[in-house]
Antibody, heavy 117, light 109 residues
Framework: EVQLVESGGGSVQPGGSLRLSCAASGFTFNTYWMAWVRQAPGKGLEWVASIKQDGGERFYVDSVKGRFTLSRDNAKNSLYLQMNALRAADTAVYYC??????????WGQGTLVTVSS | EIVLTQSPATLSVSPGERATLSCRASQSVSTNLAWYQQKPGQAPRLLISGASTRAAGVPARFSGSGSGTEFTLTISSLQSEDFAVYYCQQYKNWPPMYTFGQGTKLEIK
């Protein structure tokens, strides 16, 4: 079964850090672009970042550039999102997604990040 | 940045009736447009890619059309499980900043 399972969400104060992880299974992980998409409470979907199969290219939405770092470990079939200098506006459910020809066919269940003092 | 505008924000339709949802792009995206369905507490689900190609397992009552800047998602005969929020997404950009519309909530009339 194709599956993405996120972990690492939680509550953190403004300025703090969190590292999200995504464990992939059921498909050949190193042949797909991967991404994170987030959804603030009661709001719509927002693409956050994408990474190429070999990790050689990474792209970020402007609002997280310089604060978030996307990486992957193909040996462990895992995707990571290091989030630093967190702000209240980063509060959201973060979904790990597999890109299939630029569309998001496979989604994880999401992990909630809450940034609040 | 390509901005997608969905209309209406909320659509009230009775079961068995047809629903038509719109998505307008601020510039041409050709047919690089997808539609997603999201139910409460769940991750989104891909319905349509390439503006009109149904994803695997998606019922035939869902259809997509359009190109350039104007797109439509039509649900021909609404079932109870179709009441959800629908998002369009463009994937024409490179680098891959794939923006979403703000969503249309389809509710039971």
């Amino acid at each position: 079964e194709v599956q993405l399972v996120e972990s690492g969400g939680g509550s953190v104060q403004p300025g703090g850090s969190l590292r999200l992880s995504c464990a992939a299974s059921g498909f050949t992980f190193n042949t797909y672009w991967m991404a994170w998409v987030r959804q603030a409470p009661g709001k719509g979907l927002e693409w956050v970042a994408s990474i190429k199969q070999d990790g050689g290219e990474r792209f970020y939405v402007d609002s997280v550039k310089g604060r978030f770092t996307l990486s992957r470990d193909n040996a462990k079939n895992s995707l990571y999102l290091q989030m630093n200098a967190l702000r209240a506006a980063d509060t959201a459910v973060y979904y790990c997604v597999r890109e299939d020809h630029a569309t998001y066919v496979v989604w994880g269940q999401g992990t909630l990040v809450t940034v609040s003092s | 940045e390509i901005v997608l505008t969905q209309s209406p924000a909320t659509l009230s339709v009775s079961p068995g009736e047809r629903a038509t949802l719109s998505c307008r792009a601020s510039q041409s995206v050709s047919t690089n447009l997808a539609w997603y369905q999201q139910k409460p507490g769940q991750a989104p689900r891909l319905l349509i890619s390439g503006a009109s190609t149904r994803a695997a397992g998606v019922p035939a009552r869902f259809s997509g059309s359009g190109s350039g800047t104007e797109f439509t998602l039509t649900i021909s005969s609404l079932q109870s499980e179709d009441f959800a929020v629908y998002y369009c997404q463009q994937y024409k950009n490179w680098p891959p900043m794939y923006t979403f519309g703000q969503g249309t909530k389809l509710e039971i009339k």
